[in-house]
């Protein structure tokens, strides 16, 4: 019983640390208007382990403090990762789907926040356009790149 809450823990630390590097790494298109948060691809992650909901959102939640968001934003920042952890893990039988709850937690989310809290000049639909877009990008295309290679090996990567 130990055992399987320590993997739990560790599997969750790791997806954490990866998220928060990949923000650091990439940090010029993690934040703004037009956001390509290539870290938002490990949002599929939930298809193989629920540890990964936690790990991406305290993954997230540090990667916006470090990345100097407003208090707005590394709340609801947060949140829209968590939702769309928590849709990917739900939809886990269903492969296809799995990016789809990110893509809509931070396409509906997020435009708002870069329009009242940062007080980004823009309309929110426009918004929603770019940040849906990068949304796509990274968790449709990039995240399925990776549940696919991950696939292969999720019984000893994800084991518990």
Known sequence: MKNKKAVFITQAAVIAA??????????????????????E???????????????????????????????????????????????????????????????????VIIPWVLKYAYGNDGMVWFFMLTVGGGEIIVCGVLGMLLLFALNRYRHHIFRT
């Open 41 to 107: 691809a490990l949002t599929v992650l939930p298809y193989f382990t629920p540890a990964a909901i936690p790990g991406l959102f305290i993954g997230c939640l540090i990667s916006n403090v470090l990345g100097g968001a407003v208090i707005w934003d590394i709340v609801f920042g947060s949140i829209a990762t968590l939702i769309g952890a928590v849709g990917t893990y739900l939809l886990r039988k269903y492969k296809w789907l799995a990016p789809l709850p990110p893509i809509l937690a931070n396409t």
């Open 18 to 39: 990866i998220y928060v590097v990949l923000v650091v790494i990439f940090d010029y298109w993690s934040f703004g208007p037009i956001q390509f948060r290539v870290a």
